[in-house]
């Protein structure tokens, strides 16, 4: 492991069943130790993006592009010499706790059959580092924990299960799919909180997908947002949340519903973006965006912008000028 | 996974649909060309199927009087093939409907009146279903002697556990949707509710369950007329053709093989047409299946 | 866990309580009157009198019940009003080709379907899944004594390899035995498993479609062994139930195919006793079969709540 290498390279990167493309050339590097987050709609690509990533597609959906990570192109891999390093040097926690173990398993022999498969430790040792990777997962009395089925316990229990087996082979990528958007409000900062220390520790990299921007801010160096298949607009978390440049992370940023902008006095302000994501099958030429973008020109609706700019990297033809747009406000 | 669940369906749905036609209509040919046979033998028949002549015994098939030849007694074959499409339709049909009306009634009382009723009607069912239905055929043909009437009772006894069962838990998530609260918030009665809002609603499945059991049904008579308790002459069953055909002329004549073959392809059109209404009629079951 | 088997149990008991009380009655009131059927239009009013006490026919009802049930408690299944053999040893005899018939059968129709119907389910949406579900679809339409005939006709009088009926008892030959079993197997096993591929294909389906198969291939399973060690595992759970449902068919289909290869097993002996109006022959051996049927699905319960932890614990 060459430790200048990135954790993973992607490489115009597309996703389609023949009928549809779901992601269309989307390209990102996270270093070793990163932190990306994925922000975007429904139906943007974001998660079909991670699966392909992980080569979980559904079936019937195909891979173009390239992904490197650990020296090879996770593209190219059978589907054999693919399992062995999905758990190990790139791994990935699902949205949904409940439907994602396996209900007639224990969550003890889950786990172990992770350290099992990948160390090759032997049933003993695997079972006693199972107990200490939950006891690290602030699980309460994991001897017993172990011998209980998904069902028994809570929804954040569930998910720090999951996390447990995605961090226990101390994987160089975690992928993190909405991790917390099934789970209680106030159970979510915690098992937040948990990720962030288990990935820290470990010095993993982590692409946290999710519509929640302010997690991405409080867990993510860099930001990219998704819109229809392709990455709009990508740099440092402080740069694009401060000074977008896309008129969708505009529009995104300013349909969040902070407590700055909830007057209490029943004039809040609830800002949405106009119109509705378009279907895939049904694009828009040009930028998808514009149909929904206030500065969309003829340009925008025949010719489709690159990702452009040093740090902060925009797609668009009339960018934001922040600094009228902040003084409009 | 809100994500990858849109563009995937979207992705299935024109394939999809091509399959759902295929199975339609096959199905709807086969069962559609199955009642008029029945329909035009009460008009028209090559010959009585009945009545045995000696001059014409066990003639081959393709010839102009007689297109799939005779049998050992001289009876032409496609008369008694067209016949034994009418027992199919009496028996198979009037068994499924009858337990369709009894298991609707169960399934409904089930489902909207209480807990108790609704454990008595569900046990109720469950024993029945443990009991094999050529059980219950066995045991009243010997009470009552074998015939039709016999026979239908026998696959009423066997499918109304199954109806009751699947009425039951289809009118049960009507009766949770919320339309029929605000329905009981109006004041409707429960049988208004379950005449005017459930029905409706699980016609579509009634539909369906019954062309399955209607296709269950044809293949039980024939078993049980195969078996000699089933129908007897002068109806005319295609079970109990093969019977005929094994006691009197051997299994390797082709008189084994039209009413195997007539009961296949019934059987199987009227499979296709369920499977293919169900995929129409019941769009959740779809998208579970795509 | 204890909960769960002790409901079950109850229910066991239950169904077959009531079952007999459905047989008895079914038999006896509505049977009209046997003696007088079994002697003829002709007979004397005190011959059938005569013949129905010698019976014990012209006991009030409930007294013939009891007598009957706590008699089949013991061991004994009464006998034949004219030959006197005790149903007992006519059953016993019969059940040594039953059994092997009916079990061999569904053996065989899991045998198949569960690799059929898996592949099935793998393979959907392209040509071999959809040849495979065509199939199923087919072989559900034919008739088990179809089946069974054009197997013989092919296999017996085609090619000659296997007898096309008849039966050589296994204290004889059990080679020959198993040689008159063959066909009937077959017959029995194809259309069995017909039956079974679509349930296996959609459980199978519906299993690859669950997150958690995902999740399995997520930490370093193979798309095979997430298949088999985590699919089949849960799809385990359905097919335990469709077997279980599928017993009663698999006795209809046990009682046709030995009429079509002439076994002499427990349905023609049903039969001849049949139209020979022998009640007590036919309600003792009816009420075997049922305990048999209701007996298996106690079983498949206590099964499923053995392999699905979620159920065990609920109740």
Same mark, same amino acid.
């Given at each position: 492991?060459?430790?200048?290498?990135?954790?993973?390279?992607?490489?115009?990167?597309?996703?389609?069943?023949?009928?549809?493309?779901?992601?269309?050339?989307?390209?990102?590097?996270?270093?070793?130790?990163?932190?990306?987050?994925?922000?975007?709609?429904?139906?943007?690509?974001?998660?079909?993006?991670?699966?392909?990533?992980?080569?979980?597609?559904?079936?019937?959906?195909?891979?173009?592009?390239?992904?490197?990570?650990?020296?090879?192109?996770?593209?190219?891999?059978?589907?054999?010499?693919?399992?062995?390093?999905?758990?190990?040097?790139?791994?990935?926690?699902?949205?949904?706790?409940?439907?994602?173990?396996?209900?007639?398993?224990?969550?003890?022999?889950?786990?172990?059959?992770?350290?099992?498969?990948?160390?090759?430790?032997?049933?003993?040792?695997?079972?006693?580092?199972?107990?200490?990777?939950?006891?690290?997962?602030?699980?309460?009395?994991?001897?017993?924990?172990?011998?209980?089925?998904?069902?028994?316990?809570?929804?954040?229990?569930?998910?720090?299960?999951?996390?447990?087996?995605?961090?226990?082979?101390?994987?160089?990528?975690?992928?993190?799919?909405?991790?917390?958007?099934?789970?209680?409000?106030?159970?979510?900062?915690?098992?937040?909180?948990?990720?962030?220390?288990?990935?820290?520790?470990?010095?993993?990299?982590?692409?946290?997908?999710?519509?929640?921007?302010?997690?991405?801010?409080?867990?993510?160096?860099?930001?990219?947002?998704?819109?229809?298949?392709?990455?709009?607009?990508?740099?440092?978390?402080?740069?694009?949340?401060?000074?977008?440049?896309?008129?969708?992370?505009?529009?995104?940023?300013?349909?969040?519903?902070?407590?700055?902008?909830?007057?209490?006095?029943?004039?809040?302000?609830?800002?949405?973006?106009?119109?509705?994501?378009?279907?895939?099958?049904?694009?828009?030429?040009?930028?998808?965006?514009?149909?929904?973008?206030?500065?969309?020109?003829?340009?925008?609706?025949?010719?489709?912008?690159?990702?452009?700019?040093?740090?902060?990297?925009?797609?668009?033809?009339?960018?934001?000028?922040?600094?009228?747009?902040?003084?409009?406000? | 996974?809100?994500?990858?669940?849109?563009?995937?369906?979207?992705?299935?749905?024109?394939?999809?649909?091509?399959?759902?036609?295929?199975?339609?209509?096959?199905?709807?040919?086969?069962?559609?060309?199955?009642?008029?046979?029945?329909?035009?033998?009460?008009?028209?028949?090559?010959?009585?199927?009945?009545?045995?002549?000696?001059?014409?015994?066990?003639?081959?098939?393709?010839?102009?009087?007689?297109?799939?030849?005779?049998?050992?007694?001289?009876?032409?074959?496609? #008369?008694? *093939?067209?016949?034994?499409? !009418?027992?199919? @339709? &009496?028996?198979?049909?009037?068994?499924?409907? /009858? $337990?369709?009306?009894?298991?609707?009634?169960?399934?409904?009382?089930?489902?909207?009146?209480?807990?108790?009723?609704?454990?008595?009607?569900?046990?109720?069912?469950?024993?029945?279903?443990?009991?094999?239905?050529?059980?219950?055929?066995?045991?009243?043909?010997?009470?009552?002697?074998?015939?039709?009437?016999?026979?239908?009772?026998?696959?009423?006894?066997?499918?109304?556990?199954?109806?009751?069962?699947?009425?039951?838990?289809?009118?049960?998530?009507?009766?949770?949707?919320?339309?029929?609260?605000? #329905?009981? *918030?109006?004041?409707?009665? !429960?049988?208004? @509710? &379950?005449?005017?809002?459930?029905?409706?609603? /699980? $016609?579509?499945?009634?539909?369906?369950?019954?062309?399955?059991?209607?296709?269950?049904?044809?293949?039980?008579?024939?078993?049980?007329?195969?078996?000699?308790?089933?129908?007897?002459?002068?109806?005319?069953?295609?079970?109990?053709?093969?019977?005929?055909?094994?006691?009197?002329?051997?299994?390797?004549?082709?008189?084994?093989?039209?009413?195997?073959?007539?009961?296949?392809?019934?059987?199987?059109?009227?499979?296709?047409?369920?499977?293919?209404?169900?995929?129409?009629?019941?769009?959740?079951?779809?998208?579970?299946?795509? | 866990?204890?909960?769960?088997?002790?409901?079950?149990?109850?229910?066991?008991?239950?169904?077959?309580?009531?079952?007999?009380?459905?047989?008895?009655?079914?038999?006896?009131?509505?049977?009209?009157?046997?003696?007088?059927?079994?002697?003829?239009?002709?007979?004397?009013?005190?011959?059938?009198?005569?013949?129905?006490?010698?019976?014990?026919?012209?006991?009030?009802?409930?007294?013939?019940?009891?007598?009957?049930?706590?008699?089949?408690?013991?061991?004994?299944?009464?006998?034949?009003?004219?030959?006197?053999?005790?149903?007992?040893?006519?059953?016993?005899?019969?059940?040594?080709?039953?059994?092997?018939?009916?079990?061999?059968?569904?053996?065989?129709?899991?045998?198949?379907?569960?690799?059929?119907?898996?592949?099935?389910?793998?393979?959907?949406?392209?040509?071999?899944?959809?040849?495979?579900?065509?199939?199923?679809?087919?072989?559900?339409?034919?008739?088990?004594?179809?089946?069974?005939?054009?197997?013989?006709?092919?296999?017996?009088?085609?090619?000659?390899?296997?007898?096309?009926?008849?039966?050589?008892?296994?204290?004889?030959?059990?080679?020959?035995?198993?040689?008159?079993?063959?066909?009937?197997?077959?017959?029995?096993?194809?259309?069995?498993?017909?039956?079974?591929?679509?349930?296996?294909?959609?459980?199978?389906?519906?299993?690859?479609?669950?997150?958690?198969?995902?999740?399995?291939?997520?930490?370093?399973?193979?798309?095979?062994?997430?298949?088999?060690?985590?699919?089949?595992?849960?799809?385990?759970?359905?097919?335990?139930?469709?077997?279980?449902?599928?017993?009663?068919?698999?006795?209809?289909?046990?009682?046709?195919?030995?009429?079509?290869?002439?076994?002499?097993?427990?349905?023609?002996?049903?039969?001849?006793?049949?139209?020979?109006?022998?009640?007590?022959?036919?309600?003792?051996?009816?009420?075997?079969?049922?305990?048999?049927?209701?007996?298996?699905?106690?079983?498949?319960?206590?099964?499923?709540?053995?392999?699905?932890?979620?159920?065990?614990?609920?109740?």
């Amino acid at each position: 492991m060459t430790g200048s290498a990135p954790a993973i390279e992607v490489k115009d990167l597309s996703v389609g069943n023949g009928v549809v493309t779901a992601v269309r050339g989307v390209s990102f590097t996270i270093p070793q130790g990163g932190r990306m987050g994925l922000v975007g709609e429904s139906g943007s690509g974001k998660s079909m993006t991670a699966l392909a990533l992980m080569g979980l597609l559904p079936m019937g959906w195909s891979t173009h592009g390239s992904v490197l990570h650990d020296g090879v192109d996770l593209v190219k891999q059978s589907d054999r010499a693919f399992s062995s390093r999905r758990g190990r040097t790139i791994s990935m926690v699902f949205q949904d706790p409940l439907s994602s173990l396996n209900p007639v398993r224990r969550v003890g022999e889950q786990i172990s059959w992770v350290i099992r498969r990948h160390t090759g430790a032997d049933k003993k040792a695997a079972e006693q580092q199972t107990i200490e990777l939950m006891t690290q997962m602030k699980l309460p009395r994991p001897e017993q924990l172990v011998r209980a089925y998904p069902h028994e316990i809570s929804g954040g229990q569930r998910q720090r299960i999951m996390i447990a087996m995605a961090l226990a082979c101390y994987p160089q990528l975690i992928i993190a799919d909405e991790p917390t958007t099934a789970l209680d409000v106030t159970v979510q900062k915690q098992v937040l909180r948990l990720l962030n220390g288990a990935v820290n520790e470990r010095g993993s990299a982590l692409l946290m997908i999710t519509h929640d921007l302010p997690i991405i801010a409080a867990m993510c160096d860099t930001v990219a947002v998704m819109y229809a298949g392709r990455i709009v607009e990508m740099g440092p978390v402080q740069e694009v949340f401060r000074n977008p440049r896309h008129h969708y992370t505009r529009g995104l940023l300013d349909s969040q519903p902070t407590m700055d902008n909830i007057a209490l006095d029943g004039s809040a302000r609830l800002v949405s973006i106009p119109g509705m994501v378009p279907p895939l099958h049904n694009l828009p030429t040009g930028c998808a965006f514009n149909p929904r973008c206030p500065a969309a020109t003829d340009k925008c609706r025949t010719v489709m912008p690159e990702l452009a700019g040093e740090g902060l990297q925009a797609a668009c033809w009339h960018p934001v000028d922040s600094a009228s747009e902040v003084a409009a406000q | 996974m809100t994500d990858t669940a849109s563009p995937a369906v979207a992705a299935a749905s024109p394939r999809r649909r091509v399959e759902i036609n295929a199975s339609l209509v096959v199905g709807l040919v086969l069962t559609v060309g199955f009642l008029a046979v029945a329909l035009v033998s009460f008009f028209w028949l090559p010959s009585n199927p009945n009545i045995p002549n000696i001059k014409a015994r066990m003639l081959p098939p393709f010839l102009p009087d007689h297109w799939l030849g005779t049998d050992g007694l001289g009876r032409d074959i496609v #008369a008694q *093939l067209m016949v034994g499409a !009418r027992t199919s @339709i &009496l028996v198979g049909a009037g068994g499924a409907s /009858i $337990a369709l009306l009894i298991g609707t009634v169960g399934g409904l009382i089930a489902a909207a009146y209480g807990k108790l009723a609704d454990e008595t009607i569900s046990r109720g069912a469950d024993i029945m279903l443990s009991i094999p239905g050529m059980v219950t055929a066995l045991v009243l043909a010997a009470t009552m002697g074998s015939g039709a009437f016999t026979t239908i009772l026998a696959l009423t006894a066997f499918f109304t556990p199954s109806f009751i069962r699947v009425i039951r838990s289809a009118a049960m998530a009507v009766l949770q949707e919320d339309f029929i609260t605000s #329905a009981k *918030l109006y004041g409707r009665g !429960r049988l208004f @509710i &379950l005449a005017r809002h459930v029905i409706p609603n /699980i $016609a579509g499945v009634m539909i369906v369950q019954f062309t399955l059991y209607f296709a269950a049904g044809i293949l039980t008579e024939a078993g049980l007329s195969y078996l000699g308790v089933g129908v007897t002459r002068p109806s005319i069953s295609w079970g109990m053709m093969l019977n005929e055909a094994q006691q009197t002329v051997g299994i390797s004549s082709p008189l084994a093989i039209w009413p195997g073959l007539a009961i296949v392809f019934v059987v199987l059109g009227l499979n296709l047409l369920g499977d293919g209404l169900r995929d129409v009629l019941d769009p959740k079951l779809k998208r579970r299946s795509a | 866990m204890v909960i769960y088997v002790l409901r079950k149990l109850a229910f066991f008991i239950g169904a077959v309580f009531v079952a007999s009380v459905a047989i008895f009655l079914l038999l006896r009131a509505a049977g009209g009157n046997v003696a007088a059927i079994v002697l003829g239009k002709d007979a004397t009013a005190e011959a059938i009198n005569a013949l129905a006490h010698s019976w014990g026919l012209d006991r009030p009802l409930p007294i013939q019940y009891f007598d009957w049930i706590f008699k089949m408690f013991t061991g004994d299944l009464g006998q034949s009003f004219r030959t006197k053999e005790a149903v007992a040893s006519l059953v016993t005899d019969r059940l040594s080709v039953s059994i092997p018939l009916a079990l061999s059968g569904l053996l065989l129709g899991l045998v198949i379907a569960i690799p059929v119907g898996t592949y099935a389910a793998r393979n959907v949406g392209k040509p071999s899944g959809a040849v495979l579900a065509l199939l199923s679809q087919i072989g559900v339409a034919v008739p088990v004594f179809w089946a069974g005939i054009l197997l013989s006709v092919l296999f017996g009088v085609r090619l000659g390899w296997l007898p096309t009926g008849g039966w050589i008892d296994w204290s004889q030959s059990w080679v020959g035995a198993i040689r008159s079993l063959v066909l009937p197997v077959l017959s029995l096993g194809l259309i069995m498993a017909a039956v079974l591929i679509r349930y296996v294909r959609s459980a199978v389906l519906d299993v690859m479609n669950q997150d958690y198969v995902r999740t399995a291939r997520a930490v370093g399973m193979t798309r095979t062994q997430a298949l088999l060690q985590v699919g089949l595992r849960n799809a385990a759970l359905p097919i335990v139930t469709i077997v279980g449902l599928q017993i009663a068919e698999l006795i209809g289909g046990t009682v046709i195919i030995e009429m079509v290869f002439s076994l002499p097993g427990l349905s023609r002996m049903i039969l001849a006793n049949v139209a020979a109006r022998e009640v007590i022959v036919v309600q003792s051996t009816v009420m075997l079969i049922i305990v048999f049927v209701i007996f298996v699905n106690f079983v498949v319960d206590l099964l499923y709540g053995i392999l699905d932890p979620r159920i065990r614990n609920a109740a």
